[in-house]
T-cell receptor
Framework: GDSVTQMEGPVTLSEEAFLTINCTYT??????LFWYVQYPGEGLQLLLKATKADDKGSNKGFEATYRKETTSFHLEKGSVQVSDSAVYFC??????????????FGSGTQLTVLP | DTGVSQDPRHKITKRGQNVTFRCDPI?????LYWYRQTLGQGPEFLTYFQNEAQLEKSRLLSDRFSAERPKGSFSTLEIQRTEQGDSAMYLCASSLASYRARGLANHEQYFGPGTRLTVT
């Protein structure tokens, strides 16, 4: 079945450091890929997405590129802030955007940014 | 606030009791999803509705679990004869699926804050 593997956390960085959170997936067909973020005490929020190979999703300084050849969707940010402290989830949904149904999530990566 | 809401936010129950959770999706959304999230894990899909029709159920959804969306608006998730292994965060999400020239397009899923269930 489909699956998503994320780098294990927790990750602790100093403010303004470079962030990479690795994500790889296993799926047949052409999944759409997502990064969700969960801030303390809040619900999951979509951070960015990519629906086809070589697409780059970006939002709030975060970026991720859909790499079909390596089945990866790594999350990056050039300079993290304390307010980026949260749990980050990589996810996929099967098929093209039009047939997407349930999301399959990775196990999450806790990020803590220290001032 | 017009986001997805869930009630209650926390529920503590004794093993063997029945519990029911409610989810109110974003009003114009026709798809509604239930997920379960245990500590340190990502959410796992349970079931989803398009309007009032329950279109898919995960194997995680044992026969003690039942979900309804009677009028295509709010949904309830009931767990009968709760077990300690049912302790988890139950998440609801909603989305809008609409027909475009290229076919069916399913937009972003918006999540509620979750209901945390503790079975003692």
């Amino acid at each position: 079945g489909d699956s998503v593997t994320q780098m294990e956390g927790p990750v602790t960085l100093s403010e303004e450091a470079f962030l990479t959170i690795n994500c790889t997936y296993t799926a047949t067909g052409y999944p759409s890929l997502f990064w969700y973020v969960q801030y303390p005490g809040e619900g999951l929020q979509l951070l960015l997405k990519a629906t086809k190979a070589d697409d780059k999703g970006s939002n709030k300084g975060f970026e991720a590129t859909y790499r079909k050849e390596t089945t990866s969707f790594h999350l990056e940010k050039g300079s993290v802030q304390v307010s980026d402290s949260a749990v980050y989830f990589c996810a996929l949904s099967k098929g093209l955007d039009g047939s997407a149904r349930q999301l399959t999530f990775g196990s999450g990566t806790q990020l803590t940014v220290l001032p | 606030d017009t986001g997805v809401s869930q009630d209650p936010r926390h529920k503590i129950t004794k093993r063997g009791q029945n519990v029911t959770f409610r989810c109110d999706p974003i009003s114009e959304h026709n798809r509604l999803y239930w997920y379960r999230q245990t500590l340190g894990q990502g959410p796992e899909f349970l079931t989803y509705f398009q309007n009032e029709a329950q279109l898919e159920k995960s194997r995680l959804l044992s026969d003690r679990f039942s979900a309804e969306r009677p009028k295509g608006s709010f949904s309830t998730l009931e767990i009968q004869r709760t077990e300690q292994g049912d302790s988890a965060m139950y998440l609801c999400a909603s989305s809008l699926a609409s027909y475009r020239a290229r076919g069916l397009a399913n937009h972003e899923q918006y999540f509620g804050p979750g209901t945390r269930l503790t079975v003692t």
